[in-house]
């Protein structure tokens, strides 16, 4: 059966933590039109900045250029599918993908709000037919199949629930003190781009508390063993 067919065994009435999204109407799609700034230059959109910077990591200076000054982001990706990527760009595209929606999210009010707004268990999935960044299926199919059967890995997807979780608790565990230090200030008016950037900084020393704490551990395994 088709994909979002009653008939199909893997069947589901659209569940309410999925958020699927697709086109340029859409603040989640990188298809959304809105400047980014980032790379050194400015972006008419998310699709934009990543095909400009696949051309520049493959050596495509002409084509990055045709990207740069493409009307919209589907023209920036027709330009962008024409490129042969380099094992360079390959093998840092997902980062690369979410440096962008990094700086999407600091720099685009519409959509770092739906970010602050979403609730936790909240799944974003694009609704394409693209294997790695999507559901692999359109939007019926996608909102009528079971989560664990979409053919498409969802990276995308993947990638801005995670900003948006880091988004989501930072902004709650500064309120308060925001609150105290702005004199009236709305706390949601605060910096989110410094926000995204604390956001990096907690990551990454999250990520070394991790590693310190696994080599204790490995130390007085020893001793004991000793």
């Known amino acids: 059966h088709k994909p979002g067919d009653p008939e199909c065994k893997h069947f589901t009435e659209p569940l309410a933590n999925v ?37 520049m990591r493959s050596g495509d200076i002409p084509r990055a250029t045709e990207i740069q000054s493409a009307k919209s982001a589907l023209d920036a990706k027709k330009i962008g599918n024409m490129v042969t990527p380099s094992p360079s760009f390959t ?26 707004n979403s609730k936790k268990p909240t ?14 299926l359109d939007s019926t199919g996608t909102s009528h199949t079971n989560p664990k059967a979409w053919p498409g ?25 925001a609150s105290r230090t702005s004199r009236g200030k709305d706390p949601a008016q605060m910096d989110v781009s410094q926000m995204i950037q604390d956001l990096r900084n907690t990551k990454r020393s999250n990520n070394s508390g991790a590693k310190k704490a696994h080599n204790s551990a490995r130390v007085v395994n020893t001793d004991k063993n000793g």
């Not at 989640?28 to 790379?39: A, G, M, R, V």
């Not at 799944?123 to 692999?136: C, P, R």
């Not at 890995?153 to 565990?173: E, H, Q």
Request: net charge neutral.
């Open 91 to 116: 093998d840092n595209q997902v980062t690369l993908m979410t440096e962008i929606i990094e700086a999407k999210a600091s720099q685009v009010p519409s959509f770092s709000e739906f970010l602050k």
């Open 19 to 55: 958020v699927p999204f697709a086109g340029e109407s859409n603040c989640l799609s990188n298809f959304y039109p809105c400047e980014i700034n980032i790379f050194g230059l400015k972006h008419r959109s998310a699709e934009h900045a990543y095909q400009y910077v696949k051309a």
């Open 123 to 136: 799944v974003f999935v694009e609704t394409t037919y693209d294997n790695f960044w999507a559901s692999g």
């Open 153 to 177: 890995k969802n990276t995308l997807g993947v990638i801005i629930a995670d900003i948006a979780s880091r988004v989501r608790s930072r902004t709650y565990s500064r309120s308060a003190s």
